[in-house]
């Protein structure tokens, strides 16, 4: 009987170390690892650096949505960050309740891509060619709209709050 009770305690030990190994190889293949978390947050400096080749790169065709950013809960709208217009005439513009990246092409509006902000959804959207293009950002507090003109090949926002 003490043959066995060694045995079973032995064989589970073996099966545990396999477990525990085929587990942290599974880990390592997922880009994990084990005592913390494989993303970090971007730097300012990383997010200009990615913006700028972002920006750079040839516009695709149409309109798409992209996936939420995340802001802190309870963070009052902030005012409006526009960047600073890019060679290729794509501007990203950006407030609480959403960001929206602009184009220009023969003095008409386009909007490449729009995202709400944490709490909002898209309203109404009208993404261009046009004289003027325009989303709504809307949550159970306030609705923010973002139109965009051109001013020669330079998106120029105008944001309107209802709050």
């Not at 066995?4 to 545990?16: D, P, Q, S, Y």
Request: net charge negative; charged share 20%; with cysteine.
């Amino acid at each position: 009987m003490n043959t066995r009770f060694v045995l079973a305690v032995a064989g589970w030990l073996l099966a545990a170390a396999l477990a525990t190994g085929a587990g942290v190889a599974v880990l390592g293949l997922l880009g994990r690892p084990l005592t913390g978390p494989a993303e970090r947050p971007m730097t300012a400096e990383e997010v200009r650096v990615a913006l700028a080749r972002d920006t750079a790169a040839p516009l695709p065709p149409g309109p798409t949505s992209t996936a939420v950013p995340t802001r802190s809960p309870g963070d009052a709208t902030p005012p409006v960050v526009p960047s600073a217009a890019p060679v290729t005439g794509r501007k990203l513009i950006s407030t609480g309740a959403g960001s929206v990246i602009a184009w220009c092409d023969g003095g008409l509006a386009r909007l490449q891509s729009w995202t709400p902000g944490q709490g909002y959804e898209t309203d109404d959207v009208e993404p261009g060619p046009d004289e003027h293009a325009r989303v709504r950002f809307e949550s159970d507090e306030s609705k923010v709209e973002i139109e965009v003109r051109c001013s020669g090949d330079v998106p120029v926002p105008r944001i309107s709050h209802d709050d």
